[in-house]
């Protein structure tokens, strides 16, 4: 029995093989449009020059750093860390991982079912001609393998992967352009707090000096060399200066509350965070911002766009598929017993006489339906086109941000300039004009005019300077910089790694898998895209078999 059994089992083997060869062989052309990258025009150069941009390659990857202010530094970190939408945008990667495997499950057969069944059966006890059955009751059993398999003949389920593989890039390139625009929003709010901080400070330096001059008013006024209205002039202009702190200092809650949000953390701990600041960040003399062209391996959200346009030009080649008959391959192998005629069912259900299969193919041609299937086919195209249109759209858009944001950093530098020598003359004005009241040889006028003149022009001044970093920071957002944090890490943390595999079987999934590789089944890496951009973040186990599962 044991040597039947076994011979049994390399039976249905040899049947599965047999299925298998017949499905690899049978494998055909992908019919549909092969996806090439739309062209996207950028300029050979940017339109700005000046010595403090350079044409060499940008250095973007921590662009944080080149404030050389450590607060700054640690405060990305921790929001890359931490930011609640970031790990959104990471979960989101995971779940394109996932439908790959579901798409890599459709190549392979599609049915594959084992199936058991039992009865007990009770007859009458005489036929029709009065003659006793030999068994009224009477007991069937089956036990049996049946696989179905619509070949590719069309490349209908390779395209399904390919536009996974699609898919699964844009998740990539979407996580990072948020992890763009979060690394951006910290700077820019740090650069707040820290413009906030100064201008409270600048503030609160003019109101003392503004009781000076005060002090001095009222003592020419008591000694009767000035009339009252010196004294009450004094008073408006250091009044009108106290009334900008409380504004200040709540516009300053304001952006800590918002640096808390993308931080994770409560306004309560962000004075520690903060704590060790060196004042508003200073940009460097010259930065490197390479050429237009870089935008297009850099910028997550051109990447996205070019990947959708991918993923939409699979979706032309599975509608054409429809055009064309299905093919399958089916078959089923196994037992079929019963022991009506007095023979043991338990010796009778696996003997060879028991055995029952089928094997053989299966064609459908849906012919009347041409005109849905084709039309589809239209949809799908146009769908297509407009992604394209989309991705040459963003191509723009990004080239206009760095544009815009190269010129504003340079005319920012400018205007500091003019207001850093406007501010010093001021306050030598200021000085003279103090002298001058004192000595009787001028009205106070002059001095009023003048403390009013200082506390503007150093909060103008001091506006600007975060303007300079600000718009600084916006170039190196659209010139993408920033995304590349990841590199070394996963998209979600290891926390939420483990509290998602104590609940569900994730087999090597959560482990990023190697996106330079092109040995995946239907996976082709984009001739263009970036090495770097699809470095994995830890090394996977050879294969990826547990995705189809």
């Keep these: 029995m044991k040597k039947q059994r076994t011979a049994n089992a390399s039976t249905a083997h040899r049947f599965l093989v047999v299925i298998a060869v017949?499905?690899?062989?049978?494998?055909?052309?992908?019919?549909?449009?092969?996806?090439?990258?739309?062209?996207?025009?950028?300029?050979?150069?940017?339109?700005?020059?000046?010595?403090?941009?350079?044409d060499e390659p940008a250095e973007v990857r921590a662009w944080w750093t080149v404030f050389d202010d450590p607060v700054l530094t640690r405060l990305v970190h921790e929001a890359y860390a931490q930011n609640l939408t970031l790990r959104s945008a990471g979960l989101r990667v995971i779940q394109a991982r996932a439908a790959r495997g579901i798409a890599v499950g459709e190549f392979f057969p599609q049915q594959q079912e084992i199936q058991a069944d039992y009865s007990k059966n009770q007859n009458t006890r005489n036929d029709a001609n009065g003659i006793p059955f030999p068994r009224p009751t009477y007991q069937n059993a089956g036990l049996s393998f049946d696989a179905t398999w619509e070949l590719d003949f069309w490349g209908k389920f390779r395209r399904s992967i390919q536009a996974a593989d699609a898919a699964l890039l844009a998740s990539i390139a979407d996580y990072d352009d948020v992890l763009v625009t979060l690394v951006a929003e910290v700077g820019l709010t740090y650069v707040q707090i820290r413009t906030f901080e100064r201008r409270i400070e600048l503030a609160k330096a003019n109101v003392g000096l503004q009781r000076l001059s005060l002090e001095l008013s009222e003592s020419r006024y008591r000694n009767g060399k000035v009339s009252q209205l010196d004294v009450t002039e004094a008073r408006a202009t250091l009044a009108n200066t106290q009334a900008s702190v409380p504004d200040l200092e709540s516009s300053l809650r304001d952006a800590k509350l918002s640096l808390g949000v993308l931080l994770g953390r409560?306004?309560?701990?962000?004075?520690?965070?903060?704590?060790?600041?060196?004042?508003?960040?200073?940009?460097?003399?010259?930065?490197?911002?390479?050429?237009?062209?870089?935008?297009?391996?850099?910028?997550?959200?051109?990447?996205?766009?070019?990947?959708?346009?991918?993923?939409q030009s699979e979706q032309v080649g599975i509608a054409t598929a429809d055009l064309f008959p299905s093919i399958s391959l089916g078959g089923s192998f196994g037992y079929k017993a019963s022991d009506a005629n007095n023979v043991s069912l338990s010796n009778n259900l696996f003997d060879s006489g028991s055995r029952v299969w089928s094997i053989g193919p299966t064609l459908s041609w849906p012919i009347l339906n041409y005109g849905r299937i084709r039309n589809n086919i239209r949809v799908q195209d146009a769908a297509f086109q407009e992604a394209a249109v989309n991705y040459q759209n963003t191509v723009l858009q990004a080239a206009a941000e760095v544009e815009s944001s190269l010129y504003g950093f340079l005319k920012s530098q400018e205007q500091l300039a003019y207001l850093t020598e406007s501010t010093e003359n001021v306050q030598q004005s200021l000085k003279l004009s103090t002298i001058q009241y004192r000595d009787g040889e001028t009205d106070f006028l002059r001095v009023d005019i003048a403390a009013a003149n200082l506390a503007r022009q150093q909060d103008s001044q001091a506006t600007v300077e975060g303007l300079v970093a600000s718009n600084l920071i916006g170039a190196y957002k659209a010139l993408g910089g920033g995304w590349e944090l990841r590199l070394g890490g996963e998209f979600i943390p290891e926390a939420t790694i483990e509290a998602m595999r104590s609940r569900t079987d994730w087999g090597n999934i959560l482990a990023s898998p190697d996106y330079s590789s092109t040995t995946d089944l239907g996976f082709e890496r984009p001739a263009d895209m970036d090495e770097t951009y699809l470095a994995p973040q830890t090394k996977p186990d050879p294969g990826r078999a547990s995705e189809v599962r």
């Design 22 to 54: 017949a499905g690899l062989g049978l494998g055909g052309c992908a019919v549909g449009p092969d996806y090439v990258r739309p062209e996207a025009d950028v300029n050979p150069s940017w339109l700005e020059s000046a010595p403090a941009l350079q």
């Design 266 to 311: 409560t306004p309560g701990e962000l004075e520690q965070a903060l704590a060790g600041g060196s004042g508003i960040p200073v940009a460097p003399a010259q930065i490197a911002i390479g050429v237009p062209a870089d935008l297009l391996r850099r910028r997550p959200d051109v990447r996205s766009a070019e990947r959708a346009a991918a993923f």
